[in-house]
Nanobody, 115 residues
Framework: QVQLVQSGGGLVQPGGSLSLSCTASTNLFSIYDISWYRQVPGKQRELVAYMHTSGRTEYGDSVKGRFTISRDNAKATMYLQMNSLLPNDTAAYFC?????????WGQGIQVSVSS
């Protein structure tokens, strides 16, 4: 049973930076497309960043130029580097991995941007 464990997150001031990590319990991490989503109470979960197995990336319009998704297949870990954070970035952030056989969500981690 593959599991995802997230780390990072917390409270940061506007304009600050934060990095999220998500580690998968699999040695086949390279076959998964990976994504980061976020959700605030009362709203739908929204896509923040996506990376195909080929390395192609996509970003939500609100985070383009500020957030960067990356992966280390040898460590079975994905990352989200968040810079120039805004109060509107406050949300629970979830990692998500998908292959033709399965898809999995991380447990979620809170990011709060406030002065």
């Amino acid at each position: 049973q593959v599991q995802l464990v997230q780390s990072g997150g917390g409270l940061v001031q506007p304009g600050g930076s934060l990095s999220l990590s998500c580690t998968a319990s699999t040695n086949l991490f390279s076959i998964y497309d990976i994504s980061w989503y976020r959700q605030v109470p009362g709203k739908q979960r929204e896509l923040v960043a996506y990376m195909h197995t080929s390395g192609r990336t996509e970003y939500g319009d609100s985070v383009k130029g500020r957030f960067t998704i990356s992966r280390d297949n040898a460590k079975a870990t994905m990352y989200l580097q968040m810079n120039s954070l805004l109060p509107n970035d406050t949300a629970a952030y979830f990692c998500y991995i998908k292959s033709i056989h399965r898809n999995l969500w991380g447990q979620g981690i809170q990011v709060s941007v406030s002065s």
